[in-house]
């Protein structure tokens, strides 16, 4: 079984930056892709971004495509995600998760997940 844990959420100014760590552990990380997703008050979780388990392989939801990055270190159980040129709509609880399975943007897919971390931007 994986534990995650996210960190690196706060308050930022429309425009900012972010980075979002996620850091795994009691499992093998690198048998896992991982993805971040993102929760706003009153949605449904949503997909953001996908990294397969060497990443060689990403995908970004068209919303944030060009602005964030997922990235991982297998050597180190961390994954990821740098967040560029925040928007007021990227208000959220951000997720990680891993999938033993390849490219997926289905929530129930992933069998593992992080607690969430929040993001909040300011306009």
């Known amino acids: 079984q994986v534990q995650l844990v996210e960190s690196g959420g706060g308050l930022v100014q429309a425009g900012g930056s972010l980075r979002l760590s996620c850091a795994a552990s009691?499992?093998?990380?690198?048998?896992?892709?991982m993805g971040w997703f993102r929760q706003a008050p009153g949605k449904e979780r949503a997909f953001v971004a996908y990294?397969?388990?060497?990443?060689?392989?990403?995908s970004y939801a068209d919303s944030v495509k060009g602005r964030f990055t997922i990235s991982r270190d297998n050597a180190k159980n961390m994954g990821y995600l740098q967040m560029n040129s925040l928007k007021p709509e990227d208000t959220a609880v951000y997720y990680c998760?891993?999938?033993?399975?390849?490219?997926?943007?289905?929530?129930?897919?992933?069998?593992?997940w992080g607690q969430g971390t929040q993001v909040t931007l300011s306009s």
């Open positions: 990294i397969s388990w060497s990443g060689g392989s990403t």
């Open positions: 998760a891993v999938a033993a399975r390849g490219f997926t943007t289905q929530p129930t897919q992933y069998a593992y």
């Open positions: 009691g499992g093998t990380f690198s048998w896992y892709a």
